[in-house]
């Protein structure tokens, strides 16, 4: 199957391939633990265009975040599940906006004449890498949270596209035709040593890193349709995940690393169409449908929640009103004012 004319299919905006389609390292890697598994953004033309959807993992109550008559797509969630960068074309062309996670304060992080695609953020929160066509070619950038110091990392006259962070923010996956067909690479966060891993002759790409680093999840057409695969890291041990009648793409991992959440949609006349949001389970069953409606939804991906830490509590101090207290046998009572502060919980027992 030619990767350019699926990829136009797969497009929000029925665009071409090159409208699909950093920074270095920290000193101390950050390892991205495992979260508890959160919402499922994705996007849906439901209301008759596409715009940014929450969902709960089982697809019950879908909430919709975005507001406008613009085309808004792509949603991809922070590490710590607060906010998510998504694509919207409502100021011309496509460029990476931000927003909280109830769909507030939303922000435009890119201004060129180019579109942006792709956001994905780094494990730390600080980064997010792109793919963007500024060059006439599509290439992953990296730029600050905020959208300052965007650097091109791939700088080759192939396509290179939907990157993807390692969880230790060490590398970036992502896609590219330098080989003829699209494979999937992988690079050091500062785009160096970029190596196939991959390496066949289908198309594959997608490429989703599992939470603790073991394994890539990617989309592969070795079979004559898109289906979800496995491989691990280094690109041993390829197997295929799920299949079915329709086109399979995009996965995603759940954040406690049992889940797969992926679009699949059905190929007519040339297009796929009717895309629906579909989890599985890291072994491959319990393939489950959760939008099953007859809009096109789209781009999903799993909000990883964080567990809030319980403050320490302040030690506990009992103080005296003042240094000595002086009165008289055969006084009667005497009042001695004693203040607690810090852990004020519990009995406290004071000897004088």
Do not use: C, H
Request: glycine content about 10%; overall charge negative.
């Amino acid at each position: 199957m030619n990767w350019a004319f699926v990829l136009t299919t797969l497009s929000v905006v029925a665009v071409s391939l090159s409208a699909l389609i950093a920074a270095a390292p920290p000193a101390t890697p950050f390892v991205q633990l495992a979260g508890s598994n959160g919402k499922i953004a994705f996007a849906s033309d439901r209301d008759g265009n596409y715009e940014i959807y929450v969902t709960n993992a089982d697809g019950t109550n879908p909430i919709r975040l975005t507001m406008n008559q613009a085309e808004d797509f792509d949603p991809a969630w922070s590490p710590d599940g607060t906010k998510l960068a998504f694509i919207s074309d409502r100021d011309g062309n496509q460029e990476i906006y931000v927003m909280n996670a109830d769909g507030s304060n939303q922000t435009r992080l890119t201004s060129n004449s180019a579109g942006e695609f792709d956001p994905t953020w780094s494990p730390d929160g600080s980064k997010l890498a792109f793919t963007s066509d500024r060059d006439s070619n599509e290439e992953i950038y990296v730029m600050s949270a905020t959208g300052g110091g965007q650097t091109n990392l791939t700088q080759n006259e192939a396509n290179d596209a939907f990157p993807a962070w390692s969880p230790d923010g060490a590398k970036l996956a992502f896609t590219s035709d330098r080989d003829i067909d699209f494979e999937i690479y992988l690079m050091g966060a500062d785009g160096g040593n970029q190596t196939n891993v991959s390496r066949n002759d289908a198309d594959d790409a997608f490429p989703a890193w599992s939470p603790d680093g073991a394994q890539l999840a990617f989309a592969s057409d070795r079979n004559g349709r898109y289906e979800i695969y496995l491989m691990n890291a280094d690109g041993g041990n390829q197997m295929r995940l799920s299949g079915s009648s329709r086109e399979e793409t995009v996965p995603a991992w759940s954040p406690d690393g049992t889940k797969l959440v992926f679009m699949a949609g059905d190929l007519v006349g040339g297009q796929i169409i009717n895309n629906d949001i579909f989890v599985i389970s890291a072994a491959g069953s319990g393939r489950t449908n959760i939008t099953n409606n007859s809009a096109d939804d789209i781009y999903p991906d799993w909000q990883r929640l964080t567990a809030t830490p319980t403050p320490t509590p302040m030690p506990a101090s009992v103080q005296f009103g003042q240094a000595t207290y002086s009165f008289s046998e055969g006084a009667g009572s005497a009042l001695i004012t004693v203040t607690r502060t810090g852990d004020t919980s519990g009995a406290a027992t004071v000897n004088y």
